[in-house]
């Protein structure tokens, strides 16, 4: 089966591993982002057998997004497979966050998934069903103190994966929720960080492994909604 898979929100790291591995996979591949350059030259370079496609796309215009996947459709068909990725950072507390920056967090990981997912799924109960898969943190299931903007729209994000799971299931949408337990390595952390033992770092490649199982589980008796990667004994963040 070739299957169409989006990812919204494409740049260094995860998100370009993924692109790679559905790819190797033999999927068409829509990549998402703002960076025409780089999405443009990731699309040309990814293995076959699969397809790339580079959509350049403002996550927090919902009418672009609604082109985008039009877009999609015109190239490679209904799509299949939506990875929601994309992420916009928010690193400050209470007090010394402006409403634009605590909105901005929110237009990407929450409305900017939602439009998302509403043009995914109406794709799927289309055709056979299909797959979205959101890309959480840890700050999904327990804040960190001092980033409120991202920890709300992160536990936003997961509270929408739960209820379109729990509207779609039964109707052929799997979807899941990836707990990122962690600091990803890849597109030059270890660089920023060179005290730390490279083995702290999460490996971007063997995460999209992780990602592609979610995709082509057979059984939906055993389709897990939530999924947490971590560094086995080498994070600290969820204890």
Known sequence: MTRTAVVAGVGPGLGASLAQKFAAEGCRVAL???????????????????????????LTDVEAIREAFETVREEFG???VLV????????????DSSVEEFERAWDVNGRGAFVCSQEAVGDMLDDEGGTVIF????????SRGGA???????FAARGMAMDIAQEYGREGVHVAHVVIDGQIGGSGAE????ERDPETFLDPDRMAETYWHLVTQDDPSTQPFEVHITNGPQTTEFL
Do not use: C, Q
């Open 135 to 142: 890309t959480g943190a840890t700050s999904a299931v327990r």
């Open 191 to 194: 660089e920023r960080a060179p």
């Open 84 to 95: 929601n990725h994309a992420s916009a950072a928010s690193w400050t507390g209470l007090m």
């Open 32 to 58: 998402f982002a703002r960076s025409t350059d780089y999405i443009e030259d990731l699309a040309d370079d990814l293995p076959d057998p699969g397809e790339g496609l580079a959509v350049t796309v403002d």
């Open 148 to 154: 409120i903007g991202f920890t709300a729209a992160k």
């Open 78 to 80: 209904p799509v299949d």
